[in-house]
């Protein structure tokens, strides 16, 4: 019985501490978003602020970054997407003696550091314009060492992979005669294709695009070394973060924070209406059950993401207008000068009483470790004290 | 001749323009984004760094002294080693190791836990919970640990509170930062694989072992472990090549005065301007990596097939 209650106990403390571990950091990022100190810190609380925001809202950088960003985004997603799509419908056709090396060989991209295949595409681009031969300055030499372009190929060497799992995961229930009855019926085989082995990908297709656009966009690896002279999101905050840190950092992934909820919980909701309406219509639940909201919002999550989104803008747009975090601040910045002050008056008062004593011991330069006692009458000590400091002056004073 | 049977079944079954689409892509895919690439690199790295007008001339000959770089150094007598490139290169890897056998440890009960309480609200949750620090970006997470590690940051904070210590401890110099910073950066490439393989695994088993008898350890160590032993392989493997691999975190977390080895490469790209050394860098890194996975997958009898299901 009390066994089974310590493994409770346990259990509960590995879980506070693993989740801990994980969501911690977030949230303490997310509260130096609001702290006014411009190193970002939670401890030493300054005033509550949104100034943060307004500074990244003003970076040009950043705005820069997440344009590129998009683009390369949108470049991969097509890209990978229709690679991954063909080799998983390959790896299902392929002759099964080859299989296992097929598969290892589009497995690997996965595998291998991202820093190597970044250089691998810079330097295979470069010599391919060399081995074309092509001039300086020419519109091929140009797109071979154009970062966007470059970026979007080395992403999708592995991202394509990624890809190419969503798709096996779903091929594993497709049907292949429906194929070969449309082929029967006289459709030619990009018909079949399009007809029917797309809308049975398409659930598979938009979680791998969706997938896609989200690796390529926190990619850092690859990215740092094909993205030549642009910038993406991800380097710039990487450049910012080595340069020298402040809260505006943490406002953009308050920012990121809060849109990932809100999308995973869409997400979650979307699922559980799935399941019920399943339910229902296999007759084994027979009224939807009665939820926090109202009937219009529900079962559209992206309705609830607008509303909750449109919440948040309006509270702070609003506590923005009504209160102004200047006074808190200059209050704060006197309650600082009359920290610094005291600790000031608490140092001088210190050196004040090391320099009497120091009037006694001599010149004070045996500063660390601290004065010792000065022991007047000597001798208590194994040796009468002869190797303290202080000895020869005192002898002398006495 | 069979590859030619092979390739017309592949076009009657597809059709000439699917059939020529789908192996384009592919052959696009295998050939110019990873097969190419990767000899090229190869090839750079045996490579002199010359300037361009040199290049393809008489000097443009293969060479070792790319490699001999990381082994001995400047050093032409080749005397000493290189005992800086080759301590980051050992440190690296067994660093990587460490976070690798950490993460096991810490995910494995979570994930038996997950994939054994089936389909509650309150698991699913908890997986909704987990997935949201994965869509983070990576520069953000290591940027999140740096606030708590920092000198004034809150673990310190939270330690002089707490009268445990006296003085901040400096976590990025001592490089405990950059390994949690590691740990957290791939934890959930360990559970899910792991949570995925448990979560296939028939309960009655479990219950049959207890019935008979088995004691808890025994339990996990007969039916669960060998049956997670997929998952285990495939998040130990994605875990030790991305933090072998990884750049942002020791950037960032990393102490100033050690390094990471893609750092190396890093600076030898980026710094240097020298390609040709930082290829063969990045060679000497991608080839023991990967002699390392297949060694120990080798030693568990896992195969290559079982990684990314």
Redesign the interface.
């Known amino acids: 019985m009390s066994s089974t209650a310590l493994i409770r106990i346990a259990l509960g403390a590995y879980f506070v501490i693993f989740f801990s571990y994980l969501l911690g950091p977030l949230v303490v990022m997310s509260l130096t978003a609001f702290n006014s100190s411009a190193f970002p810190s939670v401890s030493p609380w300054a005033c509550f602020t949104y100034e943060w925001f307004e500074v990244l809202f003003n970076d040009k950088s950043i705005r820069q970054g997440i344009y590129y960003s998009v683009i390369i985004g949108l470049g991969t997603v097509v890209l990978s997407v229709s690679m991954g799509l063909a080799a998983s419908i390959v790896l299902t056709q392929i002759w099964p003696r080859l299989r296992s090396t097929y598969y290892t060989m589009i497995i690997a991209p996965i595998l291998i550091p991202g820093v190597v295949l970044g250089i691998s595409t810079l330097v295979f681009w470069d010599r391919v314009g060399d081995f074309l031969g092509v001039s300086e300055g020419s519109l091929l030499d140009l797109l071979f060492h154009n970062g966007i372009f470059l970026t979007i190929l080395g992403q999708s060497s592995f991202i394509a992979s990624y890809a190419m799992l969503v798709f096996v995961a779903r091929l594993q229930r497709f049907d292949p005669g429906l194929t070969e009855a449309a082929l029967d019926l006289g459709a030619t085989h990009t018909q079949a294709f399009r007809k029917i082995m797309l809308p049975f990908m398409r659930p598979a297709i938009a979680s791998a695009a969706v997938l896609a656009f989200l690796a390529s966009f926190e990619n850092y690896n690859t990215t740092t070394f094909t993205i030549v002279d642009y910038k993406t999101l991800t380097t710039v905050l990487a450049q910012k973060v080595r340069l020298g840190i402040n809260p505006s950092i943490s406002s953009l992934a308050f920012i990121i924070i809060a849109l990932t909820i809100f999308v995973a919980l869409a997400f979650e909701a979307n699922r559980r209406n799935q399941a019920r309406k399943n339910a229902v219509k296999e007759g084994k639940a027979s009224t939807p059950k009665k939820g926090f909201l109202p009937p219009f919002l529900r079962g559209n999550p992206a309705a609830i993401v607008f509303v909750a989104l449109a919440f948040v803008a309006i509270g702070m747009v609003g506590t923005a207008q009504q209160y102004s975090p200047e006074s808190c601040k200059i209050q704060y910045q006197e309650a600082k000068q009359i920290e610094i002050q005291r600790r000031i008056q608490e140092l001088q008062q210190k050196r004040k009483i090391r320099d009497q004593s120091g009037a006694r011991n001599g010149p004070d330069i045996f500063v660390t470790p601290p004065p010792k006692k000065v022991q007047p009458e000597g001798g208590s000590g194994a040796f009468g004290n002869v190797f303290d400091p202080g000895n020869l002056n005192s002898d002398k004073n006495n | 001749m069979k590859k030619k049977m ?1 390739f017309s079944e ?1 076009f009657k ?7 020529s ?3 384009g ?2 052959g ?3 050939v ?3 097969v ?3 000899l ?2 190869l090839d ?1 790295s045996f490579r002199f760094n010359l300037p361009p007008a040199e ?1 393809g001339g008489p000097k443009d000959v293969y060479t070792l002294s790319n490699y001999q770089q990381l082994i001995y150094g400047s050093d032409t007598t080749r005397q000493t080693y290189n005992t800086v490139d080759l301590m980051v290169f050992v440190r690296t890897i067994i660093a990587a190791m460490a976070v690798t056998i950490f993460n096991i440890f ?1 995910c494995y ?2 994930a038996y ?1 997950l994939g054994q309480s089936k389909g509650s609200g309150f698991v ?2 908890l997986v ?6 994965y ?14 590690f ?1 000198d ?3 673990l310190n ?2 330690l002089m509170l707490l009268h445990l210590t006296r003085e901040p401890i400096d976590f990025i110099r001592q490089d405990i930062a950059l390994y949690a910073g590691l740990g ?1 950066a791939y ?1 959930l490439l360990m559970l899910f694989p792991m949570y995925n393989v448990i979560e296939s695994l028939d309960r009655n088993q479990i219950e049959a072992a207890r019935d008979m008898g088995a004691s808890w350890l025994r339990i996990h160590r007969r039916i669960v472990i060998p049956h997670a032993k997929p998952g285990i392989a495939s998040g130990a ?2 875990v030790f ?2 933090s ?5 975190a020791p ?2 977390l990393g102490g100033p005065s050690s390094l990471w080895f ?1 750092q190396l ?2 600076q030898w ?1 980026n710094d240097s301007l020298n ?1 040709q050394q ?2 063969a860098y ?1 060679i000497v ?2 080839a023991s ?2 002699i390392i ?1 297949l060694t120990v997958m080798k030693a568990f009898k896992v195969n ?2 079982d ?2 299901k």
């Open positions: 092979i592949f079954n597809n059709g000439v323009v699917m059939g689409l789908l192996m892509l592919v696009f895919w295998l110019f984004l990873i190419l690439p990767q090229s690199m750079y290049q810490l009960p979570l836990f699913r949750l909704v919970l987990l997935i949201i620090p869509w983070i970006n990576e520069i953000l997470r290591a940027f999140a640990l740096r606030i708590i920092g004034s940051g809150l904070e939270a957290y934890i493997t994605m090549m991305l072998a691999g990884a750049l942002a950037q960032i893609t490469v890093y790209f390609w930082g290829a990045a890194l991608l990596t990967i996975v290559m097939g990684i990314g």
